[in-house]
C-alpha cells in the first residue's frame, strides 16, 4: 500500500490554524466525531480539576449531543470549547475543537483561523475522568509507512495536522487506536464540588 504523501508545513502556518498551542499533538481539519455518531453521558458535566496542575475546565451541555468546556489552562490562559463524546475502535474518546468567538469579540484574525479538532480516549466515572491524548510518534510512524492511510502534514514545530475527510478519518482511525502503545499517558481529573450557585442554576 502506498503511503500518503507526507509535507510539511511551515512555522508560520501553524501559527494560523487556532488551536495549535501544543507542539506533539495531531489535530484533524475534519471532525472524526460527528452528531451521527456522537454518545452522551452526563457524568462529564460538571466541573473538574486535573490532579497534577492547577488546569480546571467547566462542562455543560449545548445543543444536541454536544458540550461547552470553558478551560482555564495552568498558567491561567482560558479557552472555549466544543466537545462531541463517541467510540473509535471500540474505545470511547472525546473530540475536542475551539467554540466560535463571541460576535461582539470577533477580529480579522479569527477569520483566518481553522478550528482545529482534537481527540482524546477518555475514561470517566462519577467523580473521575481520565484523558489521553494519541501518541505523536507513533502516528508519524504510522503516517509515514503508510499504516495510517491518511493525507497529512508535518509542521516545523513538530505538530500532525490530519487534512483528510471526516470519511476518511473514520475509516483508518478505529483499527489504529485500538491497537496497544498508541496514546499517551492518562491525565487524571477530579469532580470538584458543586457550588450553591451551580445547584441553584440547575433548580
Do not use: K
Amino acid at each position: 500500500m502506498r503511503a500518503p504523501q507526507t509535507r510539511r508545513i511551515p512555522r508560520l502556518l501553524a501559527t494560523l490554524v487556532g488551536t495549535l498551542a501544543l507542539g506533539g499533538c495531531t489535530y484533524s481539519i475534519e471532525p472524526v466525531i460527528v452528531a451521527e455518531y456522537a454518545t452522551v453521558d452526563l457524568r462529564l458535566v460538571g466541573s473538574w480539576a486535573e490532579d497534577s496542575s492547577t488546569a480546571h475546565a467547566t462542562v455543560t451541555r449545548d445543543t444536541g449531543s454536544t458540550f461547552a468546556i470553558e478551560y482555564t489552562s495552568e498558567d491561567g490562559r482560558q479557552g472555549r470549547f466544543q466537545a462531541l463524546l463517541g467510540t473509535l475502535g471500540g474505545r470511547a474518546f472525546i473530540e475536542v475543537w475551539p467554540a466560535p468567538p463571541h460576535e461582539e469579540a470577533r477580529s480579522a484574525h479569527d477569520e483566518m483561523l481553522l478550528p482545529l479538532h482534537l481527540l482524546f480516549a477518555i475514561e470517566i466515572d462519577s467523580t473521575r475522568l481520565r484523558l489521553a491524548l494519541l501518541n505523536s510518534d507513533s502516528v508519524v510512524h504510522a503516517l509515514r509507512s503508510g499504516d495510517l492511510a491518511i493525507p497529512h502534514l508535518l509542521s516545523d514545530d513538530d505538530v500532525t495536522l490530519l487534512v483528510g475527510t471526516t470519511a476518511q478519518l473514520r475509516a483508518a482511525l478505529p483499527n489504529y487506536v485500538a491497537r496497544p502503545g498508541v496514546l499517551e499517558g492518562w491525565a487524571v481529573w477530579s469532580r470538584l464540588p458543586t457550588t450553591t450557585s451551580e445547584r441553584s442554576g440547575d433548580s
